[in-house]
């Protein structure tokens, strides 16, 4: 069969695609990933065929405007709507869980982030090659709905491809039941109006599945997943890293421990910003024996007035090859990092960037004792930092308890044994009516 994968033009969200792209090519079916012209390259390292969809997105530089608003006068920013505190989905706060709050969430994802990540050219686009290349599944990053929009219009069967705890559907099933107690005339539902608008262009009616898939790969966790009503496969988390070659340094012994401090993928290419200070992250480790390996850009380095006699700092290192060496890891809770972390069973220390489910990340070390979490990101300290590490490199349950987690994780199907259950579910849906 003919399966196209589609993510906004982030890395972060492409890498979780790629192990489940190769296992379905491996298998013989024809793979794409199409994708905005600035991941089109990096799409092709990674061996596949990649397809360009409409217009850069050049999302580097429109969180640096975004920043740089954040950070100007009151006056200047008054029409900015601060996104983490009112379009949080997590529904962990009973307040954010009402018909009010809810509708105004979608109201900012629909109105600001979900047509800026899937603009009218890359769904026009998009729509024209699935029409002409016909698959027969399409598999979407779960904030990319221009893959549900082609994928209806070229009359493929199409799933959700996850990266985190499933957000959407959760917090999607309690607006819906909150909206349906009201009367007629007081509903509204603006992801609903996005999406049934977008689709109008093309004909087509606007349907729940537009919103979350046939079906969701998930490569959760059973122990951190989300109730919801829709079908979940899960799939074993594989780090996939991108080009990389390793290190000499990597297979010399350890004289003492190793502890990996990263903020990862989503500062430099999601966010456009660190949220916590890198300076009181490596302030916390100056004065520890252990050896620190962090992962910091030029620009993360340049802010910095010294850089302390343990830490060694690269730009970038495959954390998979990493990772298996160090007995602890600080970072700020993105997808890739976090399943790395979780995969190689290496306790860890969540400073959270709090973006999309990292409350639910924060909840999840704690609750199964393979880590601990930064409570509030912009007030932490380096000694509280520290003795956060000290607990975790000399208490032997945060290690045993994320080697727990580890077996959680291997014991999921890996990407080649979902493959004939992706076949299985695309034939059943295109026969079904």
């Known amino acids: 069969m003919r399966v196209l994968f589609t993510t906004f033009a982030a890395k972060s969200h492409l890498h979780i695609q790629i192990p489940l792209a190769w296992a379905l090519r491996s298998a013989g079916h024809d793979v794409c990933v199409a994708s905005q012209p600035d991941l089109v390259e990096y799409i092709s390292h990674a061996g596949l065929t990649a397809v360009a969809v ?6 580097d530089v429109q969180m640096a405007g975004a920043n740089r608003r954040r950070d100007a006068t009151e006056e200047e920013v008054a029409d900015d709507p601060d996104f983490l505190t009112h379009a949080d989905l997590s529904g962990l706060d009973p307040e954010r869980r009402t018909y009010p709050y809810l509708r105004n969430a979608f109201a900012l994802m629909a109105g600001h ?11 026009d686009d998009l729509v024209g ?3 002409h290349w016909k698959p027969d599944l399409v598999l979407w990053d779960t904030h990319t709905f221009a893959g549900a929009i082609a994928a209806t219009a070229a009359g493929a069967v199409h799933a959700r491809l996850l990266f985190g705890a499933d957000l959407l559907a959760h917090s999607r099933k309690i ?5 349906d107690l009201l009367p007629a005339a007081e509903r509204s539902d603006p992801l609903a109006d996005w999406l049934g608008g977008v689709l109008d262009r093309y004909g087509l009616p606007f349907t729940e599945e537009v919103v979350t898939g046939r079906w969701a790969v998930d490569p959760v966790p059973a122990s951190m997943r989300l109730p919801s009503d829709q079908h979940h496969v899960p799939v074993r988390y594989v780090p996939y890293n991108g080009p990389a070659v390793l290190p000499d340094w990597l297979s010399e012994p350890l004289e003492r421990p190793r502890v990996c401090l990263t903020l990862g993928w989503s500062g430099r290419d999601v966010l456009g910003a660190d949220r916590a200070s890198v300076g009181e992250l490596l302030a916390a480790v100056a004065d520890l024996d252990v050896e620190v390996v962090a992962t910091l850009s030029a620009g993360q380095l340049e802010r910095l007035e ?4 343990n830490v060694r700092a690269l730009d970038f290192v495959p954390l998979d090859a990493l990772l298996p060496t160090c007995s602890a890891v600080i970072h700020q809770g993105g997808a890739g990092t976090f399943q790395t ?9 969540i400073v959270p960037d709090l973006l999309w489910d990292y409350a639910y990340k924060m909840r999840h070390v704690e609750s199964t004792g393979s880590g601990l979490a930064v409570p509030d990101v912009d007030r932490f300290t380096a000694a509280e930092l520290r003795s956060m590490l000290v607990r975790l490199l000399d208490e ?16 999921m199907p890996a990407p080649r044994d979902v493959v004939p259950v992706l076949e299985r579910l695309t034939a059943e849906y295109r026969r079904s009516p």
């Open 54 to 59: 409409g217009e850069s997105l050049d999302l």
């Open 113 to 123: 982030v979900y047509p800026a990540l899937s603009s009218d050219a890359m769904i």
């Open 129 to 131: 090659f699935a029409r």
């Open 175 to 179: 607006f819906l039941r909150e909206r």
């Open 306 to 309: 010294k850089l302390p006699d």
């Open 341 to 349: 972390t979780q995969l190689h069973g290496v306790p860890q220390i």
């Open 396 to 411: 032997s349950s945060f290690a045993e308890n994320a080697a727990g987690v580890r077996r959680e994780m291997l014991s």
